[in-house]
């Protein structure tokens, strides 16, 4: 997920500390992102008194502690990891800690938005990297104030107290509590620049295994996704939405709907018109409201629709196939050129070329997609599961035309993003019922909804051809790749740069190849796309770490002696896509070199088992797989062994990076194994997981052996490393067992049809 | 005609449309909302609660079924304090989304009932979906609490 996708918001990264203090003697510090009003300001007539709840950090007089979670919990962590690095500067014990979600934070300054707690999206991996920038801060000015607040009811030196687990000590043996002190430090001035940060060799916290914050509310059923909002008065909707792309609404009969016990309400809602940019919901669908969900089950079930089948009516997926075959015939868009690769291949004592397809993939999150909005006159109030808050809110604007800042966006935990929840269209949608009808609205949407209706992961096929030299050398390389990218009828995207979704130039083997050209066909599609976790590296690594597989294999070179010689000397590339501005070889090799250690590469296996890997820069991070595994005299496939190393930086949670890993294996193997959104008739064949079959615990490996590479770099976040290198860990694996060269995902039942 | 059944150990009735899955009843009616929908077919497990001890899909278990039957939810598991299941999911930290996690338990408390010291293929049997993977530290929490079982028992 690129940042430009997470709201940058025209930060005014300008951090002084707002503190203050409550009426029961609790600490508030708050970052002061924003610019404090004008001394004198008054306060809108009838607002609130600040909600303690609504500010960054509070110490109690108890000398509790508890830190507002800024971003989105999908699952990967940063509930717990975030408020890890604020409470390691602030300098109090993990245990004295508790996190609580905060709400979408925008103030406006004129017309210009900010952030009032800094940036809140979730995607990209990002949250962890920003923290790093601005959170280590905020904890640190908080120490500092305390410090300072000791040494005025001390009469002392500041530079002779230290601070320890919630306390300031005096060299002399005298203490105080942070909760004791707060009264004194939000009377103090706060620091008008940064403040030194603590030495990583006194970190107690960052870099220790920690559980997830919420994991109590979890087990004991106490913990709310959007699905379990339960809003007074609300009326719950679902709706039935035209299944072809960029379809309508022939005719309709709602009488059967309307009659349905415990339904109140049956409305229009129209879609984007066909080739305009979509800027709200997905689909012109029919909602039915209804006093309970199963009212509206059972409404909706008595709908009588004809569906106009719209412009894409002809669509499927072998037309897809087709149209890419036709494209990669001709030469395509050229968007990088090093050397000359045609030179390069007329040169070559050898031409390996192959050609891979990746399927249209669906997020499929557990919880499915939902919202509550309620449209007021003036202000509207949204609660949902996001990964972009900011991004609700303006979808909810855009659609009543309030402006953003009365509209409040509180987030929900979120059953899992993967990048389905950038989107907003159900936020949009959940708005324009509310609207429409006037009432508090929870629209959910059930699985078939999710499976019908989705940004999909872009389809592609990705010719690859080598240009070697007589010692197997790779002189000459090219990727033409023919896919729908990802920028599905984006305003803010031109023509000329649809392929920056589909291919990052930077990529290895970008750089280590004298000749390399990457190429680019526009696939056309009626079907809605958007960002997958890991968004183009899962299918780019695929195809490259396959390919060097094949190069190796037919060229007799052992394929991690390859990669490690194609990587050469350790020394840092330009990286100009997210997740640079470097590259770097020596960590890339690391971590390979750490699986094929893991998995003992080199060894000698019995027939039919076969040892394979992969590696791959995402985001920030370097990742590789090496997967041992059999494939039987019955051309069954048993996964024997998984390893997988990360360099993500300074490892903040290395419990919650074990998670991410292991997680990001199994979503990387259950795809490629057996997942895939096909087309027929101009809509998505896949309504449910009888036939969108996520992986079991009966088929995922027992075991995932994660190892974290130790460093001092600033950190990235994993929540995407995982997943690029184990398919084709995977497939390389396979190859070795038995022969067989899986270029089509996903895998299935390849194998015993003799692929 | 109501239907009849406890839940949580209290007794409830129920006079609506008996062909509603339980599980509507239960996050609608009953307010109870730890009982997760996931697919609404009976294929994701999201929704598992236990009938009689017995682990179901509450999603596709219309009400009209639980006459006379004990209900338990997540939120009836472990009533004087955590159930060691649940226990087990906190010290192996399984969670990550946790959307699904109710659902797992109620599954790995069931087979532990019917199975107190599950091999890998016992284990297996279990076909509750987890999209973010936490398959791995289920397998080491059902056996950590398999173990812990074992030790109350010895105890008592």
Not at chain 1, 56 to 79: C, L, M, S, T
Not at chain 1, 181 to 197: D, E, F, I, K, S
């Amino acid at each position: 997920m690129h940042p430009s996708e997470t709201d940058g918001a025209g930060i005014d990264r300008r951090g002084f500390l707002k503190v203050t203090l409550t009426a029961s003697g609790a600490l508030l510090l708050a970052p002061g992102f924003a610019r404090a009003p004008a001394a004198g300001a008054q306060p809108p007539a009838g607002a609130a008194p600040p909600n303690p709840l609504g500010l960054y950090v509070r110490i109690e007089p108890d000398n509790r502690v508890f830190v507002g979670a800024r971003n989105p919990e999908i699952g990967q962590g940063v509930k717990t990891a975030l408020p890890m690095i604020l409470a390691e500067e602030l300098d109090v014990d993990w245990a004295q800690v508790t996190v609580e979600q905060l709400p979408l934070g925008i103030e406006f300054d004129g017309a210009t938005p900010r952030w009032r707690w800094g940036p809140q999206g979730a995607g990209g991996s990002t949250s962890i990297p920003e923290a790093w920038a601005d959170l280590r801060q905020v904890g640190a000015q908080g120490r500092w104030l305390l410090r300072r607040a000791a040494a005025q009811r001390w009469h002392a030196d500041p530079r002779e107290l230290a601070t320890a687990a919630g306390h300031v000590v005096h060299r002399d043996g005298r203490r105080a509590s942070y909760g004791e002190l707060a009264p004194l430090a939000a009377m103090l001035a706060p620091p008008t620049g940064p403040v030194p940060l603590k030495n990583p060799a006194e970190y107690r916290i960052i870099g220790r295994p920690q559980r997830v914050v919420d994991a109590l509310e979890i087990v004991t059923g106490r913990a709310r996704y959007g699905f379990d909002t339960a809003e007074r008065d609300a009326l719950t909707a679902v709706m039935l939405r035209c299944p072809y792309f960029d379809g309508g609404i022939v005719r309709y009969d709602d009488t059967a709907a309307r009659r349905t016990p415990g339904v109140r309400q049956v409305l229009v809602v129209p879609g984007p018109k066909p080739g305009e940019p979509y800027t709200a919901n997905l689909a012109t669908g029919i909602a039915v409201l209804a006093d309970d969900t199963w009212s509206a089950l059972r409404g909706r079930a008595a709908l009588d629709i004809e569906w106009a089948r719209g412009p894409f009516a002809a669509e499927s997926s072998a037309a897809l196939d087709a149209q890419c075959e036709r494209l990669l015939a001709r030469p395509g868009r050229i968007v990088r050129e090093d050397g000359d690769f045609d030179a390069a291949r007329r040169a070559a004592a050898r031409v390996l070329e192959a050609r891979y397809r990746i399927p249209f993939v669906a997020h499929a999150p557990l919880e499915p997609q939902n919202a509550f909005v309620h449209v007021q006159r003036q202000r509207a109030r949204v609660i949902a599961p996001v990964q972009q808050p900011a991004g609700a809110q303006r979808a909810v604007a855009a659609v009543t035309g309030l402006p953003r800042q009365a509209i409040e966006v509180h987030m929900t935990r979120v059953g899992g993003g993967f990048g389905r929840r950038l989107a907003s269209d159900y936020v949009a949608e959940a708005a324009l019922v509310s609207k429409a009808t006037g009432r508090p609205v929870k629209l959910v949407w059930t699985r078939e909804d999710d499976l019908q209706h989705d940004f999909f992961r872009p389809f592609g096929h990705h010719h690859l051809i080598a240009a070697l030299d007589a010692d197997g050398a790779v002189r000459g390389w090219t990727q033409r790749l023919a896919s729908a990218s990802k920028y599905y009828r984006r305003a803010d995207v031109k023509p000329e740069d649809l392929w920056t979704a589909e291919l990052y130039p930077d990529d290895f083997p970008a750089a280590l190849v004298p000749n390399y050209r990457l190429e680019w066909h526009e696939v056309r599609s009626g079907i809605a796309r958007g960002s997958w976790r890991a968004p183009a590296h899962t299918a780019n690594a695929f195809v490259v770490q396959s390919f060097l597989d094949e190069i190796a294999h037919a060229t007799g070179q052992d394929p991690l002696a390859l990669r490690l010689a194609m990587l050469g000397q350790d020394r840092e590339l330009a990286y100009s896509g997210h997740g640079g501005p470097k590259f770097s070889t020596a960590r890339l090799r690391a971590v390979l070199e750490r699986v094929a250690a893991e998995i003992g590469w080199g060894r000698r296996l019995a027939r039919g088992r076969g040892l394979g890997l992969a590696a791959h820069f995402t985001f920030g991070g370097y990742a590789a797989h090496a997967m041992e595994v059999e494939v039987t005299r019955g051309r069954e496939l048993r996964l024997h062994r998984v390893v997988c190393a990360i360099d993500c930086g300074r490892p903040i949670n290395p419990l919650g990076i074990e998670a991410q890993m292991q997680g990001g294996t199994i979503d990387g193997l259950s795809t490629a194994l057996s997942l895939e959104t096909t087309i027929e008739g101009g809509r998505v064949v896949q309504r449910n997981f009888d036939d969108y079959p996520l992986m079991t615990l009966a088929q995922a490996p027992a075991d995932i052996e994660v190892h974290i590479v130790p460093s001092q770099a600033d950190p990235a976040g994993c929540g995407e490393m995982g997943i690029p290198t184990a398919a084709p860990a995977l497939t390389n694996a396979i190859f070795a067992a038995c022969g067989v060269r899986l270029r089509r995902l996903p895998i299935r039942d390849q194998l015993r049809a003799g692929a | 005609m109501a239907i009849r059944f406890t839940l949580n150990g209290e007794a409830r009735s129920f006079a609506g449309d008996g062909a509603m899955p339980l599980l509507w009843y239960l996050r609608d009616h009953a307010r109870l909302t730890g009982t997760k929908y996931g697919c609404g077919a009976g294929l994701c497990g999201a929704c598992t609660v236990l009938v009689d001890g017995r682990a179901a899909r509450s999603c596709t278990l219309p009400v009209r079924a639980l006459e006379g039957r004990a209900i338990t939810t997540i939120e009836g598991l472990g009533r004087d304090g955590l159930h060691p299941v649940q226990q087990a999911w906190i010290e192996e930290d399984v969670a990550q989304c946790g959307y699904c996690q109710a659902g797992q338990i109620l599954a790995a408390v069931d087979l532990l009932t019917r199975v107190p010291q599950p091999s890998d293929a016992d284990l297996e049997t279990i076909g509750n979906l987890c999209r973010c993977g936490t398959y791995v530290r289920i397998r080491r929490a059902i056996r950590r609490a398999a173990r812990a079982l074992a030790a109350q028992r010895a105890q008592a």
